[in-house]
């Protein structure tokens, strides 16, 4: 369905007669509706009774899963949702003399996501380096989305010259494990170590998959390996910041489960606890970094980077342990993580949009909210978008009963269950002290401005869809506590076909 529409809509920007007659913002709201229904599809397939622990197609190359189908419908969902909020302005405001791309910016963002697809369902080495290179350079594209920004650009080529070190590491790591064990399917390797004996094949094809994973820690931001997130995701715009921070993370995310339950559990107990305290290393100093050098920043982007990178830190702490616990708390952090950052970025692209409103040039409308003190004294101006971002914050903080606080209980008590009570103490402690720069954030938000803005919501840029979006996800973090099952229902079922197919 991706692909496909892929090629039509390479066909209608090629093609002059078509292209003059289409307007710049039909093409995004397009790819949006290609999303929702490509996720329909997806979820559609739940009803082949035959799938089990998975179906091979394409020789093996990938495999269909549960998990798989459940998180190709959670990712065009959200790609969806981030399409329908891009051009919400474009009705009152001329874009197309100002981002002569955004034609190409919808196609771009198809690739990125057929590549996310493809590497969830990935079940071969092959096919798992050409889907994270075909997300990857969607990625780079887009954080070069404004030409003419110099920081927009420096941006890009940091992503780009980093992130291609990262792909080098998956590479290295896929040919150190071809060249011990002679097979790229996934399946097969699994079965390779279960039955070997040779100690010299098991540390080859262990050190390979240290690589691997290496390079994944490098593409979602994991410390130590994180220094590029902080800058990139400032200098990028807001409209794909959004982006970087959810929709690459999720498909590298359920990946890395997919490595370390098949192959992580299949290893001796040596080889098998050097990929765990890979996990927990990483996982101990991304809660460390993320929570420590967020209480010093100025600029809201590059504050919200480390808090990714704490979150991060939850995140691989779950999957280092292991367990059917702590696998459904993964799953429901990334759910968590996923809506809760979405609704903070669409709201700081809203607050852009209003607070720009009233410029002298139209230009300045396109600049985004850059230092947290820009939002001082908005509650007085704009009480219900500052109310939605508090609530967002609050959710990531862990305060109860919001959303967040129950991701962040599953995953301490799943550690504490598993006696890693070392690192969940330290999670225990960074996660009150990060609490302090959201309430920093929220203090700025409520405290008097002297100078007065006058609201014109007549003249307001915000569609009603973007506003929509908006109240719903608020609502989803605020009243999660009231039917909680359905979402906690599907996490745990999905964890139990990784431990009983």
Avoid at 16 to 28: A, H, K
Avoid at 31 to 54: E, H, P, T, V
Avoid at 314 to 325: G, P, R, S, V, Y
Wanted: hydrophobic share 50%.
């Amino acid at each position: 369905m991706i692909f496909l529409s892929i090629l039509i809509l390479i066909v209608a920007i090629a093609l002059p007669s078509v292209n003059q007659n289409i307007r710049t913002i039909l093409y995004v709201r397009i790819s949006s509706i290609i999303f929702i229904y490509a996720g329909a599809l997806a979820f559609n397939a739940f009803y082949i009774q035959s799938i089990g622990s998975g179906i091979g197609i394409y020789s093996g190359l990938f495999q269909v899963t549960v998990i798989s189908q459940l998180l190709d419908t959670f990712i065009f969902l959200i790609g969806g949702l981030i399409l329908i909020s891009w051009p919400s302005y474009s009705s009152k405001i001329n874009v197309i003399d100002r981002l002569p791309n955004v034609r190409e910016y919808s196609l771009i963002v198809l690739f990125s996501s057929l590549g996310a697809s493809l590497l969830v369902s990935s079940a071969d080495l092959i096919s798992m380096y050409l889907s994270i290179e075909l997300q990857s350079f969607g990625v780079y594209i887009l954080s070069t989305l404004y030409r003419d920004s110099e920081s927009a650009t420096s941006a890009g080529l940091k992503y780009f010259l980093l992130g291609s070190l990262s792909s080098c590491f998956i590479l290295l790591g896929s040919g150190i494990v071809y060249t011990y064990s002679g097979l790229t399917q996934l399946e097969s390797i699994y079965n390779l170590i279960s039955v070997s004996e040779n100690i010299q094949i098991l540390q080859g094809i262990t050190f390979g998959i240290v690589l691997i994973i290496v390079g994944y820690l490098f593409k979602i931001s994991a410390a130590p390996l994180h220094n590029w997130a902080p800058d990139v995701y400032d200098d990028s715009p807001t409209i794909v910041t959004i982006w970087l921070t959810i929709m690459p993370k999720i498909s590298i995310l359920i990946f890395l489960l997919e490595i370390q339950s098949q192959i992580g559990n299949s290893l001796l107990t040596i080889f098998s606890l050097s990929l765990k305290n890979l996990l927990l290393i990483s996982s101990l100093l991304s809660l460390l970094i993320g929570t420590i050098v967020g209480l010093s920043q100025s600029k809201i982007k590059r504050l919200l980077a480390y808090s990714t990178i704490s979150h991060i830190g939850f995140i691989l702490l779950a999957l280092a342990i292991n367990t059917e616990q702590s696998i459904d708390s993964f799953l429901f952090y990334i759910v968590q993580y996923s809506l809760t950052n979405l609704n903070t970025f669409l709201i700081l692209i809203a607050l852009g949009y209003v607070l720009k409103n009233n410029s002298q040039t139209i230009l300045e409308s396109f600049q985004d909210i850059k230092y947290i003190n820009e939002l001082k004294g908005l509650f007085f101006n704009h009480p219900i978008l500052s109310l939605s971002l508090t609530i967002c914050l609050f959710s990531m903080a862990g305060v109860p009963p919001l959303l967040g606080f129950f991701s962040k209980q599953f995953v301490l008590y799943s550690a504490m269950q598993s006696e890693y009570y070392f690192i969940g103490i330290i999670a225990i402690l960074v996660s009150v002290i990060s609490a302090s720069y959201y309430l920093k954030i929220i203090k700025v938000l409520h405290s008097e401005n002297k100078e007065v803005i006058e609201d014109s919501n007549d003249n307001s840029p915000l569609s009603s869809l973007h506003s929509f979006m908006i109240s719903t996800l608020t609502l989803f973090i605020i009243f999660f506590i009231l039917k909680p099952s359905i979402l906690l229902n599907s996490t745990q079922l999905l964890a139990l076909s990784l431990f009983y197919y």
